[in-house]
Every structure is written in structure tokens, then in C-alpha cells.
């Protein structure tokens, strides 16, 4: 089975702070996805990265990075310079290879930028 | 880009009534899946269709149906609705076609049973 544990519930910020978002996940399999969303206020929740585990190399767009570590079966999610507007809940999610793309979704982690 | 619409942004029902919640996407996509998200417990999935007809129960099928008749549409129907599916219902939508893909989501369905 797999797990994916966002162990932030919720975390505040000033505006234009550096704010990491951690998550931890568990399989077994050794071919696996993984995802971070991002839910507004408004509800709907929109993609934002996929990583295959067999791609560890680190991703930045704009003030978005992503820190993929399989030797801690982690992938992290760094906002710099936060914004008001990167106010929301994050989910970090996982699926396996096979099957009929389920899901596991984290519990999130809510975020709040401070002006 | 990719589109999920749902049919209600906002929903009350009585108990005991039955309730459908409607969801379309316009992407050819095959995989289809209804969650509820609740505080503090996340997205947990109900059930999901992989083809036309098809569907798989999810982690929480209980007290749910589901109907697929045509690719782009997946209904999700709650026989006879209680208090504690009163929940923020999800609809999301996925390709198939070159392998593991993101899921697409809907506005979210916010239902309130009284």
C-alpha cells in the first residue's frame, strides 16, 4: 500500500519569506509517480509539477522549486519570495505504475502569506 | 486546456433524498474519479472509471454509486443521502493515452444534507 504523509498541517509566513512544504511518501514499487496541487480559496484544485522516480534531478519555474530525494523518499516543494496569492492548500500526491492511476493524495498543507 | 466542469457549485438536500452530482470533460480523457475532501482528512476517493461503463470502488464507496455512460460524463448518485456525506465533492479526469498523467479537477460540488 502506499502512504504519503504531509506532516505540515499549516504554516504562516510573511510575505517574501522562503517557505518549504515537505512530503514524505511510501512505496514498495519502484516505478512511481509523484505530484504536488495546489487549492486556492476558490476550491479547485491545479496541477502544478509530476516527477517519475527515475528522474531526481530538481525543477525550478518562476519562484517555484522541487527537491525530489528517493534516499529519503521525500519530494519537497520550496516557494521563494512568497506571495499573498501562494495562499492556499498544497497536496502532494503519489501514484504507482499499473493499475488505473489511483491516487494517493497527502492530507495537505495549508499556507498563509502574510502581507 | 483541459476542462472539468461539475453541475452545482453549491448543493442542499434533505436526508433520504436522492442526490446526483454531474460531472463533464471535454479532454477525450479515459480515467474519470469522484473524492470528497473533508477537513483534516484530505481527498479520499470514492470510485473511478477507467472506461465507458467501467468502475472500480474507491477507498470510501460506501453509501455512493456511480454511472458511466458516456466517455465524457461520470454521475456520481447518492441513494439516499445522510448528515454525514455532507462533504465538498471532487470530480477529476485523466489521459491514458502515453502513460501515468496528472488528474484534472473540477470546481468542487459543496453539498450540505439537512
Known amino acids: 500500500a502506499q502512504k504519503v504523509t504531509q506532516a505540515q498541517t499549516e504554516i504562516s509566513v510573511v510575505e517574501k519569506e522562503d517557505v518549504t512544504l515537505d512530503c514524505v511518501y511510501e512505496?514498495?514499487?519502484?516505478?512511481?509517480?509523484l505530484f504536488w496541487y495546489k487549492q486556492p480559496p476558490s476550491g479547485e484544485l491545479v496541477f502544478l509539477i509530476r516527477r517519475n522516480s527515475f528522474d531526481e534531478q530538481n525543477e525550478i519555474s518562476g519562484r517555484y522549486s522541487w527537491n525530489f530525494q528517493k534516499s529519503t523518499s521525500s519530494f519537497n516543494f520550496t516557494i521563494t519570495a512568497s506571495q499573498v496569492v501562494d495562499s492556499a492548500v498544497y497536496f502532494c500526491a503519489l501514484i504507482v505504475s499499473g493499475g488505473y492511476q489511483k491516487v494517493t493524495f497527502g492530507t495537505g498543507t495549508k499556507l498563509q502569506v502574510i502581507p | 486546456d483541459v476542462k472539468v466542469t461539475q453541475s452545482s457549485r453549491y448543493l442542499v438536500k434533505r436526508t433520504g433524498e436522492k442526490v446526483f452530482l454531474e460531472c463533464v470533460q471535454d479532454?477525450?480523457?479515459?480515467?474519470m474519479f469522484w473524492y470528497r475532501q473533508d477537513p483534516g482528512l484530505g481527498l479520499r476517493l470514492i470510485y473511478f472509471?477507467?472506461?465507458?461503463?467501467?468502475?472500480e470502488k474507491g477507498d470510501i464507496p460506501e453509501g455512493y454509486s456511480v454511472s458511466r455512460e458516456k466517455k465524457e460524463r461520470f454521475s456520481l448518485i447518492l441513494e439516499s443521502a445522510s448528515t454525514n456525506q455532507t462533504s465538498m465533492y471532487l470530480c477529476a479526469s485523466s489521459g491514458r493515452d502515453r502513460g501515468v498523467y496528472e488528474q484534472y479537477f473540477g470546481p468542487g460540488t459543496r453539498l450540505t444534507v439537512t
Open positions: 512505496t514498495r514499487d519502484t516505478t512511481y509517480y
Open positions: 472509471s477507467y472506461d465507458v461503463k467501467m468502475k
Open positions: 479532454m477525450d480523457h479515459e480515467n
